[in-house]
């Protein structure tokens, strides 16, 4: 009884929970459709709201916000909106934080999260998966030298909450698994691990003499 139970679980809890993220993703998003006059929302056009409708709305802006950003009078435009938000006191503090941060996770030249890596973590002999995140600059390195790494050490189950860390380059070890297999492995505590690169298409590459499975 309580094996096939667990079985029931390991099925459905998957399931719900992306179904369940899903949902409050496509909520979210739907949120966009307020953006719209009365006259031209679902339920005045067909009398029943149509959920996802916000999801095609949301990327339709948000392209054509890239669209108007990449080209000379965007940029232009862009630039005074920052400067304008920059002179509102709080606001300035919110936007100019966010910006920031924004900026170092997604542009195409940035580097932060693009590689995982072990670090030791929380104590000398012990270990943990890291997100390298770049190296330190200006002042930190008047104090600490040009050989330190700025790692991000995500906690288990929330990887949205973690620690900030300043490693030794000669401590920090990098990995062959992915940024999004390294979140997996540290949600999982350690259950999902990925297998090694040359193993993920169901074949292990031996090279004769070698040991398939090296001890560190």
Do not use: C
């Not at 993703?25 to 459709?33: A, F, H, K, V």
């Not at 030249?109 to 890291?130: C, I, M, N, S």
């Amino acid at each position: 009884m309580r094996k096939y139970l667990i079985a029931g679980l390991l099925v459905w809890i998957p399931l719900v929970i992306t179904g369940w993220v899903l949902k409050l993703l496509i909520d979210t998003m739907d949120q966009s459709l307020l953006l719209l006059p009365e006259r031209f929302r679902t339920e005045a056009l067909l009398g029943v709201h149509i959920p996802g409708l916000g999801v095609i709305l949301t990327v339709s802006i948000v392209l054509l916000t890239g669209v108007i950003a990449a080209n000379f009078f965007g940029k232009k435009l862009l630039h005074w909106w920052h400067l304008v938000l920059q002179r509102i006191p709080i606001v300035r503090s919110i936007y100019g934080g966010v910006k920031q941060i924004s900026d170092t996770l997604f542009s195409p030249e940035g580097k932060a999260f693009r590689k995982a890596v072990l670090v030791r973590y929380p104590q000398h002999d012990t270990w943990t998966v890291a997100l390298l995140t770049g190296e330190p600059q200006h002042e930190v390195t008047d104090h600490l030298g040009f050989e330190y790494y700025a790692v991000f050490v995500p906690t288990t189950p929330n990887i949205t909450a973690g620690f900030f860390l300043l490693v030794q380059k000669s401590e920090v070890r990098p990995l062959n698994m992915s940024v999004d297999e390294a979140l997996r492995y540290i949600i999982s505590m350690g259950v999902a691990e990925p297998p090694r690169p040359n193993h993920r298409n169901g074949t292990e590459m031996r090279t004769s003499g070698t040991d398939p499975n090296p001890q560190p």
